[in-house]
């Protein structure tokens, strides 16, 4: 390990690197009052203790807590799914394989980060704490054959990629309600992080529908596929209303399970539906006749409150996860 | 102030006395020498007396009224850039796919919607909206496909940064949600044209730190986090952390756009560095 290389790496990275490590820059003061030798053992913890410092927070607000603890296992599920998926042999087209694998590193990157900021007792998920089929822990729910190489529905993985278009809706909309509770005086670059995530998940978002439009065509590895009114199967990058409940799966009795996704939150006014067309009480319908209701829809993305993103993430949340209290903080 | 050109901006109307890359060398050289030698080597970097030529610049000004002028300025930006998209040779072509001309209706109509929404919360919150920018799309070739894309890129990802880089210095947290329901669809709109660019390049290393995680090697161990990031942005000056967008504060940004802005419209935003 070069620690210098990675102290300048980080400064060219992050440019008040050193002051957040300390205001006077005296970094390589701070390393030598460590009171300890330095050599290559004992590097790892005298790392981790550098990083918590530039990085890490002491005491974090409880609701600036809870809502990272939020984000934490909503990126777990993720995860989890992704790595999952990635292992199943002819689950995931080969054309497909690098951005799964990328949006996977991602998610676990998200991971790195928010425990680096909740800190060591933040809670770590297994992939047996979550139930993929959407059944709450039954493991039968409507997207049991996601994960199953041409299980029903599932031709090319398309099961799997509107169950990742669904999850990392949730995503965004989820970083989306937290934000404003992250905007505090003394978590402003907490804020700033979480946005730099929220904005990757909407681009993973995208790239689901984009490939889910290429599997509709029957075009996989193509970014040009037609959108198809009504955006259930073939979607365009993008919300446009509620794309008329979101991806069908294959269950007589409960055909749209992403539909909680694309509606409205508690209360509504606040967390409106992904069809709202009303901005800081203006119709923006209104201001001009090219501006369609689906228009207006598809240019904003809408917030969610963490009590209805427990409510979805639940449903994929095992026996097991449930006893460990998963998706069932108090807000 | 000088033209910090990011990666991935196509270098554009620098004259020969602008040093582009030596303010940088000499920025990073200096943060090593101390916090005072390196502050004052920023100030002196940033501001070369020729290189602005007297070109005065608007203030987005300042407070949540000014980050709301400096996204209004933004989605004028690349409202004005879709429409032109939409009257292109390339556009209007015989052969253009219907599913790559419904793309650019859809992001024209988007942007012009943000930039219309965006005007009229200036107005109800009694705040006077920037002029009406007059743009400069003379480096954008608008008879290709791919020079359409590369500069729909660039309009994209940085608006994606911009607004990441606005929200610490909102107050009002109905402003913050606003710009959230914003930006989202900017990285949408950013996602697609990368992936119609080259597959699979939505989030690739030039706008995201990227990760490589070390994973456990069984499924009863539970992954806490390991991996390598790769946290090297160029002119990125947020908080960087794994697999995030690299977010950019407003001067820098606008240094970037001024680029694509005429000589009576290039923009600065002094009160938010």
């Given amino acids: ?50 990083f918590n410092k530039a990085y890490g927070q002491a005491t974090l607000p409880s609701d600036v807590q809870k809502v990272l603890t939020l984000a934490l296992q909503l990126e777990y599920l993720e995860f989890h799914f992704y790595n999952t998926a990635l292992g199943v042999s002819g689950l995931i087209p080969s054309s497909e394989t690098n951005g799964i694998t990328t949006i996977r590193n991602d998610e676990a990157g998200h991971i790195n980060a928010l425990r680096g900021v909740l800190g060591t007792s933040a809670p770590s998920y297994l992939v047996t704490d979550f139930d993929y089929s959407g059944g709450g822990g039954t493991g039968t729910g409507p997207m049991a054959t996601a994960l199953v190489p041409n299980g029903a529905g599932n031709a090319n993985g398309a099961l799997f990629f509107a169950a990742g278009q669904a999850f990392s809706d949730v995503g965004q909309r989820a970083y989306k309600g937290g934000a404003p509770t992250l905007n505090t005086a003394s978590t402003k670059d907490i804020l700033e992080a979480a946005l730099n995530i929220h904005s990757v998940e909407a681009r993973h978002n995208s790239h689901f529908r984009t490939v889910r439009r290429a599997i509709a065509a029957n075009a996989l590895g193509s970014a040009t596929a037609a959108a198809v009114s009504p ?57 001009n006749p090219a501006y369609t209701a689906a228009a207006v829809s598809e240019a904003f993305d809408e917030p969610l409150d963490p009590n209805t993103v427990q409510t979805i993430a639940l449903n994929f949340t095992s026996v097991a996860g449930k006893a460990k209290g998963l998706f069932q903080q108090t807000f | ?193 990368r992936d119609m660019i080259t597959y699979n390049s939505f989030v690739s290393s030039d706008v995201v730190n990227t990760f490589s995680p070390t994973l456990p090697a069984n499924a009863t161990t539970a992954y806490t986090g390991d991996g390598t990031p790769s946290l090297t942005p160029a002119g990125s000056n947020g908080n960087p952390v794994a697999g995030a967008e690299r977010s950019r504060k407003p001067q820098d940004v606008l240094n970037s756009v001024n680029n694509f802005l005429a000589s009576d419209s290039k923009l600065s935003a002094n009160s938010f560095g």
């Fill in chain 1, 231 to 287: 955006y259930d199967n073939a979607p365009k990058s993008w919300i446009n209303l509620i794309d008329s409940g979101g991806p069908t799966a294959p269950s007589t009795s409960n055909p749209k399970p992403a539909a909680a996704v694309y509606n409205a939150g508690n209360p509504a006014a606040n967390y409106p539906a992904e069809s709202n067309t009303t901005q800081a009480t203006v119709d923006l319908t209104t201001i």
């Fill in chain 1, 1 to 50: 390990m070069n620690l210098f290389k990675l102290i300048s790496d980080l400064e060219q990275a992050d440019p008040e690197f050193l002051d957040r490590v300390n205001p006077r820059r005296r970094v390589f003061k701070y390393l030598g009052n460590a009171g300890q030798k330095v050599t290559a053992a004992t590097i790892p913890g005298l790392l981790a203790s550098f």
């Fill in chain 2, 1 to 193: 102030m000088s033209n910090h050109l990011p990666t991935g901006l196509p270098p554009h109307k620098a004259g020969p006395d602008q040093p582009l890359y030596v303010p940088i060398k000499r920025r990073s050289f200096f943060m090593y020498a101390g916090a005072t030698a390196g502050a004052t080597a920023l100030v002196l970097a940033g501001c070369s007396k020729d290189d602005d030529n007297n070109v005065s610049r608007i203030d987005v000004g300042s407070g949540d009224g000014g980050i709301l002028n400096y996204a209004y300025a933004l989605e004028q930006l690349e409202a004005a850039f879709y429409a032109q998209v939409r009257t292109s040779a390339y556009y209007t072509a015989a052969g253009t796919p219907a599913a790559i001309k419904q793309v650019f209706d859809d992001l024209a109509l988007h942007e012009a919607i943000h930039r219309d929404f965006l005007k009229a919360a200036l107005t109800s919150k009694n705040i006077t909206p920037l002029k009406d920018l007059k743009t400069d799309f003379s480096s954008i070739d608008f008879s290709s496909l791919n020079g359409i894309l590369t500069a729909a890129r660039t309009f994209e990802d940085t608006g994606v940064a911009a607004y990441n880089g606005a929200g610490r210095y909102l107050s009002d947290n109905a402003l913050l949600g606003l710009a959230g329901k914003i930006v989202s669809v900017e990285a949408r709109h950013a996602a697609l044209i």
